[in-house]
């Protein structure tokens, strides 16, 4: 079993990589059919940002349902630990969303 700071890594890490690789395979798709590859970088890094999260999270509903049982119970340590990880994979997807907008912008201030 993974320990909770090892899953914050993990977590951190699958949405960073979700939102940089399917930004830069965009980017390849892009030259390979004539069109703009940053334009379609940066359009691809801001909508596939919330999927890297529920990728990172491991789907959209069980994450939810597991804090609303353990606050029902009263047991709130499992819910702050999993509310932790999902801001931990929102921060992996902004950083990797950063991240392609300074390599396609070339860190011009938008």
């Not at 993990?10 to 830069?24: E, L, Q, R, T």
Request: proline share 4%.
């Amino acid at each position: 079993m993974y320990s909770f700071w090892g899953n914050m890594v993990v977590y951190f890490c699958v949405a960073f990589g979700v939102v940089f690789g399917g930004s830069m395979l965009s980017g390849l798709g892009a030259v390979l059919t004539l069109q703009s590859p940053s334009e379609k970088m940066l359009a691809i890094s801001e909508n596939i940002k919330i999927w890297a999260m529920v990728a990172a999270v491991g789907g959209t509903i069980d994450p939810i349902r597991y804090i609303e049982s353990h606050v029902a119970e009263g047991h709130l340590s499992p819910a702050i630990k999993q509310i932790m990880l999902i801001v931990v994979a929102f921060i992996g997807a902004h950083l990797g969303t950063s991240l392609i907008q300074m390599i396609c912008k070339g860190g011009q201030q938008p």
